[in-house]
């Protein structure tokens, strides 16, 4: 058992998923879910283990819902999991070992191995998914970014890459890239930190977000797969843009 470590999930509709990733760390003795909303059997999963602390609120963007979350752990050391995220054993026996002697400004950066519809994605830029997602919150925590969040580092943060992997089944139905699209692009467009660019320049930035994918970072070597993710990209790309320009430009 990984002593003295949380693990923090935050969920939404995320039924489908959620048993494996609890599951995969019952080794924990604090495990907090904060859900924002579900509608389905998340709920009523989450709190059939013992070792899962269940708490509801407010969605308020990835950063501040994700930071909000950790101040709901019992210890300082925190291991973010999404919802469809599951730590390998090698990655559990890797934290057991390496926070007992871990200084507060550590963090821990772990592999995330990407699955799409039964299958590992080794391109697309998602097959070299390196993420920090073990810190101590004395020291770090998640900014304030309403998605792509990520870890604010410090002059003083220390990295190390941990052995072991974190086993992210990503999509297991292409509806949910439409469904991805649309919920990040409207608070990519909510957020008031996107640039305006005439409807040419955001055409133009799609067709780049596709041809980088696809081309640059080896998307046709992931065959359909890389190809759908090549679309979902310039997609996403085209509508954070023209959802903010019809918002503040009707």
Request: hydrophobic fraction near 40%; charged fraction near 20%; aromatic fraction near 10%.
């Amino acid at each position: 058992m990984p002593a003295g470590v949380s693990v923090v999930i935050i969920t939404r509709n995320a039924a489908s998923t959620l048993q494996r990733t609890l599951d995969a760390v019952q080794c924990f003795d604090d495990v907090v879910v904060y859900d924002n909303g579900s509608s389905d059997d998340t709920m009523h999963i989450a709190s059939g283990y013992s070792n899962v602390s269940l708490h509801e609120g407010d969605f308020l963007g990835f950063g501040p819902t994700k930071r909000f979350a950790v101040s709901l752990a019992k210890h300082d050391w925190i291991l973010s999991l999404d919802a469809d995220e599951a730590p390998s054993e090698e990655l559990i026996e890797a934290i057991a070992s390496w926070c007992p002697s871990a200084a507060s400004n550590d963090l821990g950066q772990i592999r995330r191995e990407n699955w799409m519809m039964g299958r590992p994605v080794r391109y697309s830029g998602w097959g070299k998914d390196w993420l920090v997602r073990l810190f101590n919150r004395r020291c770090h925590n998640f900014n304030d970014a309403m998605v792509h969040e990520s870890i604010l580092l410090s002059e003083t943060s220390r990295l190390q890459r941990l052995s072991g992997i974190i086993e992210h089944t990503a999509v297991t139905d292409l509806s949910q890239f439409l469904e991805k699209i649309n919920r990040y692009s409207s608070l990519r467009a909510e957020s008031g930190k996107l640039k305006h660019y005439p409807a040419a320049i955001v055409f133009l930035k799609a067709i780049f977000a596709f041809l980088r994918t696809y081309v640059l970072q080896h998307g046709w070597l992931d065959g359909w797969r890389g190809l759908v993710i090549s679309v979902s990209n310039a997609n996403g790309v085209f509508w954070k843009y023209m959802k903010q320009s019809v918002r503040n430009h009707p």
